[in-house]
Each structure stands twice: as C-alpha cells, then as structure tokens.
C-alpha cells in the first residue's frame, strides 16, 4: 500500500523542499561611480593612447605630459588673444582682471590632468572619487580666490567713477568689499560641501546655535560694525574731514572702517573711536556746508572807559593784514556784552579750511596784544580791593 500511494503521488517528493538544498543567487557586479564630464573624457583618453601603447604607466605619463602642455598653450593663446581685446582700451583694468585670469586656467586644466590621469591607471573607485573631490574644491578655491581678488578690483575701480557710480564711493568702498567677501565666502563653502557629499542640515543647525553663541559674546563688536555699516551709508563725514566728538576731541578723520573710525589731532596723536560712540553721540562736522572754509570767532576784552570805535579800527586792521584770514566774507567786528570786568567783543573771520585755524587764531592774538599795549588800551583781568576797617 506503500508503495502504491508513492506511485500515486509522485510529486510528493518533488514538492517537499530539502533542507540541504539551495538556490544559487547571482551576486550584483559592482558599478563603478562615474561622473559624467570625467568619463567621457577618459575613455576618450584610453583610445586615443591605446593606439600609442598598452602599458597603463605609459598612457598616464602621456597623458599628464599633454594637459601640461594644453596648459601651456591655454595660457598662450588667453595672453595672445586679451593682448589683441586690451589695445582697444586705456584704462589698466582689463590688464589686471587678465593677469588674475591666468592662474586658475591654469590651475584648473592641471588638476583635470591629474584626475584623468589616475582614472587612466585604473585606481580603486574610493581612491578615484576621493581624488575627484580634492581636484575639485582645489579647482573651487582657485576660483573663489579669482572672484575675491577681482571683486577688489572691480570695486576699487568703480568707487574712483564718481560720475557714473554714485553709490559707490571710497567712503562706501569697504562695506560693499567685504560683503562680497562674505558672499563669495558662502557660496565657495556651500560648493565645497556639495562636492564631498555632506548633510547641509547639521551644518546648519551648527551654524544657527554657533551665531546665536557669538551674537552674546560679541555683542559690542557687532554694534561697532553695524554702526559702520550705518556710518558708512549715512555718511556724515568724510576721510579728510575735521569734526568735534561731544567729548570735546577735534581731529582730521583719516579712516573709516566697519569698526572704528581713526582721527588725526592737530598733535599728530590718532585717536580711534567706536562707531557705536560715533553713531550715538554728536558731531560737529566743521568740514560741511556749501563750501570748504570756516568761520572763527576770536574773543577780545577790553576795559570800561576805552575808545570802542578805535578797538573796532584797530581790530579790523588786524584781521586785514592777516594772510591765514580770508578776505571774502570779510572779517566783522561785534560788541557782545558789558561783563564784570571789561567790554567784551569778538573779531569773526573765515580761514580757507579747518587745519588753518590754530595758526589764524595764534597769528591774530599776537598781533591784537601788541597792537592795544602799543595804543595804550587796557585789557582787564579780575582784581579785588580789600579794605581794612581799624575797630575803636
């Protein structure tokens, strides 16, 4: 009966799976990462030398010797053909931005020479890719350098066209120079990133906490530079300027940065002050107005009983003589009060522009001292009288 229900169900023993039976699963060839400008590139490469010889060592050391050589001849023919473009032109910035051109071209044609040339020798795929990627961020570095130094240039040259580029000037110079720093900085760092594969969104949220941390510790750093953005755009003076601090300093500005602003005082002693002190406080700008002079008012007094129309004479005649005074507007005598101790009255006179007013001021009270002693005018200072009283 056995036998006869095995011969009934012969698919029993064909259905029934044995353990020590098992399936052989083809394993997935391994897929080489490929890029699709480099490889191109290289097979193009592998047959053109395949021609030439078998030997791998041999094909890259041709290789490497004609992208040298390409190189060579990329900056020949960049040299022959911007000399052709610059003679058309007079100014020296085509020369310059030519001369920054040169060194990533270059660059950059060797390092794609060296990344085909281990492609040719048939590295392992990690050690292919990972030199793709240092060729790369070299080759992003070289041009993020190009685009700084050129920023440089192109704004340094825009900055001296007044006429044709009104917002940008030399006092606005350096806050559109380092906000194309930061920008080219951002987009060179994002790039570099991107070629090496990173998650962005730790690096961001890294970013985000690391700000806030420098925002506290430098807080007073960043109102200094956001004061000079402000000081900048505002402008209330200028590099050459002379201005009064509320403070009381008086000085020639000789710089205007993002962070402190420099005075020259007439000690030759240079002052730096915050912009925050700067953009919260007053200043008296005395370079300002319709025109470069500056009117000074230099105080006299005299003593009660003397010939007020011969002082006015006197200290007119003065004034006139002087060289450092301006004769448009003419100098003006005024009479402004009866003190104390004396008359007092003020001489008003222009100088031709600020850093002559201690020399003015210096030259006018020599001579008006010398001039009233030589007329006999008294020139009061404080005295008392004391009386004595003898007790009976």
């Not at 193009?44 to 190189?71: H, Y």
Request: aromatic residues 8%; glycine residues 6%; negative net charge.
């Amino acid at each position: 009966m056995r036998q006869d229900y095995d011969a009934m169900n012969p698919q029993d023993q064909i259905l029934d799976p044995s353990p020590t039976t098992k399936t052989p699963v083809d394993e997935p060839p391994v897929v080489r990462e490929s890029s699709s400008v480099m490889d191109p590139l290289v097979d193009w490469v592998r047959d053109q030398l395949g021609e030439i010889t078998s030997s791998p060592w041999g094909q890259a050391a041709i290789a490497m010797a004609a992208f040298i050589l390409l190189a060579k001849l990329v900056e020949t023919l960049l040299g022959m053909i911007c000399n052709l473009l610059l003679r058309r032109t007079h100014t020296l910035l085509d020369d310059r931005i030519v001369q920054l051109l040169r060194k990533p071209v270059l660059q950059t044609v060797v390092l794609i020479g060296v990344v085909v040339t281990v492609a040719v020798l048939e590295y392992s795929v990690s050690t292919e890719q990972t030199l793709k990627h240092v060729a790369s961020t070299l080759i992003t570095l070289s041009w993020a350098t190009f685009c700084l130094r050129g920023s440089k240039v192109l704004l340094q040259a825009a900055s001296d066209e007044k006429a044709r580029f009104q917002l940008l000037e030399q006092r606005t110079y350096p806050l559109f120079s380092n906000l194309a720093t930061v920008v080219i900085a951002a987009v060179t760092t994002w790039v570099v990133i991107t070629i090496w594969g990173a998650d962005m969104t730790g690096w961001l949220a890294s970013a985000g906490v690391v700000g806030i941390a420098v925002g506290f510790a430098a807080k007073d750093t960043l109102a200094n530079l956001f004061a000079g953005v402000f000081v900048i755009a505002d402008a209330p003076f200028q590099v050459g300027d002379y201005i009064v601090l509320d403070t009381g300093d008086r000085g020639q500005v000789v710089h205007i940065g993002l962070r402190s602003t420099r005075l020259l005082t007439r000690s030759d002693v240079e002052i730096t002050i915050p912009n925050s002190v700067i953009a919260s406080g007053r200043i008296t700008n005395q370079s300002s107005g319709p025109y470069q002079k500056m009117r000074v008012k230099l105080p006299v007094q005299v003593a009660y009983g003397s010939d007020i129309d011969q002082l006015r004479e006197i200290l007119l005649e003065i004034a006139s003589a002087e060289d450092l005074v301006q004769g448009k507007p003419a100098p003006n005598v005024r009479f402004r009060a009866m003190a104390d101790s004396g008359l007092n009255f003020e001489l008003m006179f222009w100088v031709e522009d600020p850093s002559r007013r201690g020399r003015a001021i210096d030259a006018l009270y020599t001579a008006v001292y010398k001039r009233l002693a030589k007329e006999g005018i008294e020139i009061p200072y404080p005295k008392r009288d004391v009386y004595l009283h003898q007790a009976e």
